[in-house]
Nanobody, 125 residues
Framework: QVQLVESGGGLVQAGGSLILSCAAS????????AGWFPQAPGKEREFVAA????????YYADSMKDRFTISRDNAKNTVYLQMNSLKPEDTAVYYC??????????????????WGQGTQVTVSS
């Protein structure tokens, strides 16, 4: 199994930036796809970004592409989410997740099998 630990969340003013980290323990596989899924209170988890564990391919929700950037450091087994120009509506618990391989359903949370505990991001206005 793979265990994921998110960090980097906190309280930030609107317009500010945060970098979230997702550290994976154990051995990762090159076919993995890692994604970020925020969940606001009372709402379903939403896809914002994903990245293949190998290669340069990334995926973004259209609503986030201009402000969020996903990246990884394979040497550290860590995935990052750079969040800029944060808005109050970005407030959520941000979960990191991994699915075993890519498919055209990369945005579907149910197809990710490893999940972290989440890190809270709160954007004040």
């Amino acid at each position: 199994q793979v265990q994921l630990v998110e960090s980097g969340g906190g309280l930030v003013q609107a317009g500010g930036s945060l970098i979230l980290s997702c550290a994976a323990s154990g051995r990762t596989v090159s076919s993995y796809v890692a994604g970020w899924f925020p969940q606001a209170p009372g709402k379903e988890r939403e896809f914002v970004a994903a990245i293949k564990w190998s290669g340069d391919t990334t995926y973004y929700a259209d609503s986030m592409k201009d402000r969020f950037t996903i990246s990884r450091d394979n040497a550290k087994n860590t995935v990052y989410l750079q969040m800029n120009s944060l808005k109050p509506e970005d407030t959520a618990v941000y979960y990191c997740a991994i699915r075993p391989s890519y498919s055209n359903t990369v945005t579907r949370a149910l197809e990710y099998v490893y999940w972290g505990q989440g890190t809270q991001v709160t954007v004040s206005s």
